[in-house]
């Protein structure tokens, strides 16, 4: 049982760290200065972290289904401010993954419970875009976009918010979407056009 084990792995991280770093957990005590706030999937292959490459005190993270930043989500929102405002994160990125369970739970005709109003998000997003994933014949080619799309529907989430506006005018933070495909391990980066897809909405969500 992994339970079994977690204890003793502490001990082996723990004793690991003070071997590079003698001071490395009373740095650590000290405070965080994370440069990035990283929005991803709790999906358990998809861990923050180490497919970044980076530490402790290196990133700040939420994670939830999906990878969403809805605005009525007082979770994910105090996340957001507490890194923008007081961490002063530089980079805010959302990171979805393909074969993503909770994307494609969204596109069955299911009644599942609890999760119906969660995954009902992501089937706005497919709403939005419903013209070019219906020309998409392959449906794993399909859903790999929509997980693209998803990633970037939340970063416009994102931007359309308070915090991250006011925080991009005062000092250049910087929104990213990535995807993480867990079939080669590899961190793509979606480049996505922020300026050219919010001209069009800035009217309304713009802030002074």
């Known amino acids: 049982m992994i339970l079994k084990n977690v204890f003793k792995n502490n001990e082996k991280w723990i004793q690991n760290k003070l071997s590079t770093n003698a001071n490395f957990f009373k740095e650590m005590g000290e405070g965080q200065n994370p440069e990035l706030l990283y929005i991803g999937c709790s999906d358990s292959r998809v861990t923050a972290e180490d497919l970044m490459g980076l530490g402790p005190g290196e990133v700040f993270v939420?994670?939830?289904?999906?990878?969403?930043?809805?605005?009525?989500?007082?979770?994910?929102?105090?996340?957001?401010?507490?890194?923008?405002?007081?961490?002063?994160?530089?980079?805010?990125?959302?990171c979805g993954h393909y074969s993503c369970g909770g994307v494609k739970a969204a596109m069955q005709s299911a009644d599942l419970g609890i999760l119906n109003p969660w995954?009902?998000?992501?089937?706005?997003?497919?709403?939005?875009?419903?013209?070019?994933?219906?020309?998409?014949?392959?449906?794993?080619?399909?859903?790999?976009?929509?997980?693209?799309?998803?990633?970037?529907?939340?970063?416009?989430?994102?931007?359309?918010?308070?915090?991250?506006?006011?925080?991009?005018?005062?000092?250049g933070l910087k929104v990213h979407g990535w995807v993480f495909d867990i079939h080669t391990g590899k961190l793509i980066d979606l480049k996505i056009d922020f300026e050219g897809i919010l001209d069009n909405?800035?009217?309304?969500?713009?802030?002074?």
Do not use: P
């Open 62 to 94: 939420h994670r939830n289904i999906a990878n969403m930043v809805i605005g009525t989500d007082l979770n994910a929102m105090s996340v957001v401010n507490y890194a923008v405002q007081h961490l002063k994160v530089k980079h805010i990125v959302v």
């Open 201 to 208: 909405i800035m009217e309304i969500y713009h802030l002074d």
């Open 119 to 171: 995954l009902r998000n992501i089937r706005d997003v497919y709403r939005i875009h419903n013209d070019e994933l219906n020309n998409i014949q392959d449906e794993n080619s399909k859903y790999d976009r929509l997980v693209e799309l998803n990633v970037q529907e939340q970063c416009i989430n994102l931007i359309k918010t308070a915090d991250v506006q006011k925080a991009f005018r005062d000092r």
